[in-house]
């Protein structure tokens, strides 16, 4: 297949991960009332047929974009919908529903708040990456793990996949957060190797807990 990369580059794929992660919660800081930040609980690279296992069954908030820029794909945002909705009350205190689902106004909120850390997660990889990456508006979906990846679009024709689990603390709650990155594998090994270790790395790169593939 030709997927060969630098030895060398290998703790990138480390790096990119936890940069968007880092942006994530920088990106929530900023907005009014949140102050954010980021504990990153593990990095996997999933073969495709686990990931479908580690998705579960129970009913979800889905958040996703399509990266319509190299290396194309899409990433998924996972979160525990009472965590969703106490995230949501911190932006429209009092508006939010009653019942067990999601008001308009709770909706939109999310959205927005995807769209934050969506921008700020893309944002992370782009730096590593030393590129820009475009974006889809981001969708909100509620509802089990195969009607989210149903309103994605179906599953991706790929092999792996980046898996990052997270926790965001803010002053309003916690919120347990799953990131699933689906980029198309030919176009992400291509930026990579086209990073320069010896002008781009060097300082970029900081010793870190190695990605375990599953």
Do not use: C
């Not at 690279?45 to 296992?53: G, Q, R």
């Not at 309103?151 to 603390?169: Q, R, Y």
């Not at 198309?184 to 781009?200: G, M, N, S, Y």
């Amino acid at each position: 297949m030709g997927f060969e990369v630098d030895v060398r580059k290998l703790d990138l794929f480390n790096k990119i991960s936890k940069e968007g992660s880092k942006r994530v919660a920088e990106s929530l800081s900023q907005m009014s009332g949140l102050d954010a930040e980021t504990e990153v609980a593990k990095i996997n690279l999933m073969h495709m047929d686990d990931v479908k296992t580690h998705l579960g069954t129970e009913k979800q908030v889905g958040i996703h974009v399509q990266l319509t820029g190299r290396p194309y794909g899409y990433v998924l945002f996972l979160l525990d919908p009472v965590d969703s909705k106490q995230l949501a009350q911190s932006m429209i205190p009092g508006e939010g529903s009653e019942s067990g689902g999601f008001s308009e106004m709770e909706r939109s909120a999310i959205q927005e708040i995807g769209n934050i850390m969506t921008s700020g997660y893309i944002d992370g990889w782009a730096n590593v990456l030393d590129t820009t990456i475009d974006m889809s508006t981001p969708n909100f979906t509620y509802g089990p793990s195969h009607r989210i990846i149903e309103k994605m679009g179906g599953w991706p024709d790929e092999e792996i996949v980046f898996v990052l689990d997270s926790k965001i603390t803010t002053t309003e709650t916690d919120v347990d957060l799953t990131v699933y990155t689906f980029p198309k594998i030919r176009e992400l090994v291509d930026l990579v190797r086209a990073i320069d270790l010896d002008t781009d790395v060097r300082e970029d790169i900081v010793a870190d807990s190695s990605i375990t593939k599953n």
